[in-house]
């Protein structure tokens, strides 16, 4: 049994050039600490701009952490029976946590900064529920309110989701919703609208900016909430080369970048030290393709224009996704860090369609008897693809994936696909080319 990591990893550390910093949407100037105030504790500030290589975890989030921290390093055994592969799969299951997801990794200590500064509130927004009902965890551990704006398809779809949040202590809105500015000026033009990542943002960073003791808490995109994540792959690291392996290719889901992120940064390291050579590969929605079919740009981080200007991978701040079932990936753009390592060309990004995701969630399921969320579906289609090459070839690839939840408030998804009524969403480029005409002039 490993140890529990008592630091974060930041690979800003390490990088051979830093990414472009986040950009003041009046003065085009980087945005400075006093900029971010209004929304985020000064201590996560401090570690959004940090180039300290570790920086360690308090005490009080270890403490949380313990409750499901290490997390499993499986080898799917039984799945590669099934494929009749060669390959070696091993899967980090963050499903053990208590919401389900990987998503505590970054709530917990959130929450903790922002209780450790005296703040009262947090607002966030989430698509699939894994990030609301993971804050709404992490605000009942420190005391403190929690308000979330949940996607509307995802709001529909998922009501089991917006109850665990409402058992956790937190106010639950579809968003677009009536009680901000941004959400009545969207259904005003659209009463019927499906919503969005970025919408939800907006609502709940006007909320959050207008009261003194109040802030927001993001789930994923930002520097600090990937810094949180590594502990993922930092125990995976360790769990491996206590079974004497070393991946050859790591696969993880991509919407926001947490995820993934949090599993590569701590191999990446280890690559760029010439200690591994593994390749690193980011799969995506075809509804939603940032990485494969965006621009890299400068764009808010949300539709309503409040948030700083980010460089970042993006389909445009006004591109409101297919309702695919895999709603956490289905955010407009992506981790400013993440786009700039992507344009080092230290990974690579591949897309897959829902349908084949929940072909491969159903096929890992029958195997290893985990029912994935939809997001790690588009992980595990893109890992049984290469075991499958594997049998071709009869390479024996050690292939290491993020399993980063379960699916047990996804059967919902999970019955559409069996009963047939699942389809497919793929972008036509005018929809992509009608939002990017939107993007900020900078």
């Given amino acids: 049994m490993i140890d529990l990591p008592r630091h974060w990893y930041n690979i800003l550390a390490d990088l051979p050039t830093p990414p472009p910093p986040p950009l003041h949407p009046g003065t085009l100037k980087p945005v400075g600490p006093d900029d971010l105030a209004p929304l985020f504790p000064m201590e996560l500030i401090a570690q959004e701009v940090s180039t300290d290589r570790f920086i360690e975890?308090?005490?009080?989030?270890?403490?949380?952490?313990?409750?499901?921290?290490?997390?499993?390093?499986?080898?799917?055994?039984?799945?590669?029976?099934?494929?009749?592969?060669?390959?070696?799969?091993?899967?980090?299951?963050?499903?053990?946590?208590?919401?389900?997801?990987?998503?505590?990794n970054t709530a917990v200590p959130q929450a903790y900064y922002?209780?450790?500064?005296?703040?009262?509130?947090?607002?966030?927004?989430?698509?699939?529920?894994?990030?609301?009902?993971?804050?709404?965890?992490?605000?009942a551990q420190f005391g403190l309110e929690c308000e979330i704006w949940m996607v509307r398809s995802s709001y529909d779809q998922k009501p089991y989701r917006r109850t665990l949040m409402r058992v956790y202590g937190a106010t639950v809105h579809a968003s677009p919703s009536p009680v901000t500015e941004a959400g009545k000026k969207i259904l005003a033009e659209n009463p019927d609208s499906p919503g969005s990542l970025g919408i939800a943002i907006s609502e709940a960073v006007e909320v959050a900016a207008a009261s003194p003791d109040a802030r927001y808490a993001l789930g994923s995109v930002l520097n600090h909430v990937l810094l949180h994540q590594t502990v993922i792959g930092e125990e995976a690291l360790r769990q491996l080369a206590e079974l004497g392996e070393t991946p050859d290719l790591i696969i993880g889901c991509t919407g926001g970048g947490s995820n993934f992120g949090g599993l590569v940064f701590p191999f990446l390291r280890e690559k760029l030290q010439g200690k591994i050579n593994p390749v690193i590969r980011?799969?995506?929605?075809?509804?939603?393709?940032?990485?494969?079919?965006?621009?890299?740009?400068?764009?808010?981080?949300?539709?309503?224009?409040?948030?700083?200007?980010?460089?970042?991978?993006?389909?445009?701040?006004?591109?409101?996704?297919?309702?695919?079932?895999?709603?956490?990936?289905r955010y407009h753009g992506m981790s400013p860090l993440l786009s700039h390592v992507y344009e080092l060309g230290l990974f690579e990004a591949v897309t897959r369609n829902q349908t084949e995701c929940f072909e491969a969630g159903v096929r890992f399921a029958r195997a290893e008897g985990i029912i994935p969320g939809p997001e790690p579906t588009h992980a595990i289609a893109e890992t049984i693809a290469e075991a499958l090459r594997c049998k071709e070839t009869g390479e024996e690839k050690v292939i290491l994936t993020a399993l980063s939840g379960h699916g047990h408030f996804d059967l919902g998804a999970y019955d559409r696909y069996l009963s047939g009524e699942l389809e497919d969403f793929t972008l036509p480029p005018e929809r992509i080319a009608e939002s990017l005409a939107t993007l900020p002039k900078v």
């Fill in 282 to 329: 980011a799969v995506e929605p075809a509804a939603c393709p940032s990485f494969t079919r965006g621009t890299y740009a400068y764009d808010f981080g949300d539709t309503a224009g409040l948030t700083p200007l980010l460089k970042m991978h993006t389909l445009g701040h006004d591109f409101v996704p297919d309702p695919i079932h895999a709603g956490g990936l």
């Fill in 57 to 104: 975890i308090p005490e009080d989030v270890l403490d949380i952490y313990r409750l499901w921290r290490p997390t499993p390093l499986i080898r799917a055994r039984r799945l590669e029976r099934a494929l009749g592969t060669p390959a070696r799969i091993y899967y980090k299951y963050e499903g053990v946590s208590p919401s389900g997801s990987h998503k505590p």
């Fill in 114 to 139: 922002n209780a450790k500064e005296g703040i009262k509130k947090l607002t966030t927004e989430t698509g699939a529920g894994q990030w609301g009902s993971s804050l709404a965890f992490a605000c």
